[in-house]
C-alpha cells in the first residue's frame, strides 16, 4: 500500500495553534474511515480523531474542541486543525487512511513516518 505522509509539524508556543496534513502520492485520500494518532514520548499512540465518509467526527476528550478534522477539497488530502495548544500535546503525529467504521480505535493502514508536533515556551 502507498505510505501516507504527514507535514505541518514543528515547534509551537502554549496556546498556539499549528494545521497538519496527511496525502498520498498519486492518488487522493481513500473512501475508508480516515483518521489522525499521535504518539507522545514514552507513551502509546493513541487516538486523535477520525472522521467518516458520512462525515461524522470522533475526538477523545483530550482534543474535543481544540482540534478539528477535515478532508481536503476533493479528497486531495486529510487535514488536523489544531489550536489552544498545550505541552501535553507534544508528540509524533500519524495519520491512517484505513481505519474502521465501527471503532477509530481500530487503524489497519500502513502508517507513515509522522510529523512532530513539540509545544514548548
Known amino acids: 500500500q502507498v505510505q501516507p505522509v504527514e507535514s505541518g509539524g514543528g515547534l509551537v508556543q502554549p496556546g498556539g495553534s499549528l494545521s497538519l496534513s496527511c496525502t498520498v502520492s498519486g492518488s487522493g485520500i481513500p473512501t475508508y474511515a480516515v483518521g489522525w494518532y499521535r504518539q507522545p514520548p514514552g507513551k502509546q499512540r493513541e487516538l486523535v480523531a477520525c472522521?467518516?465518509?458520512?462525515?461524522?467526527?470522533e475526538y477523545p476528550d483530550s482534543v474535543k474542541g481544540r482540534f478539528t478534522i477535515s478532508r481536503g477539497s476533493g479528497g486531495a488530502a486529510l487535514t488536523l486543525q489544531m489550536s489552544s495548544l498545550q505541552p501535553e500535546d507534544t508528540a509524533v503525529y500519524y495519520c491512517?487512511?484505513?481505519?474502521?467504521?465501527?471503532?477509530?480505535?481500530?487503524?489497519?493502514?500502513?502508517w507513515g513516518r509522522g510529523t512532530q508536533v513539540t509545544v514548548s515556551s
Open positions: 491512517n487512511l484505513k481505519v474502521s467504521d465501527i471503532w477509530c480505535g481500530n487503524p489497519f493502514g500502513p
Open positions: 472522521i467518516r465518509n458520512t462525515g461524522s467526527t
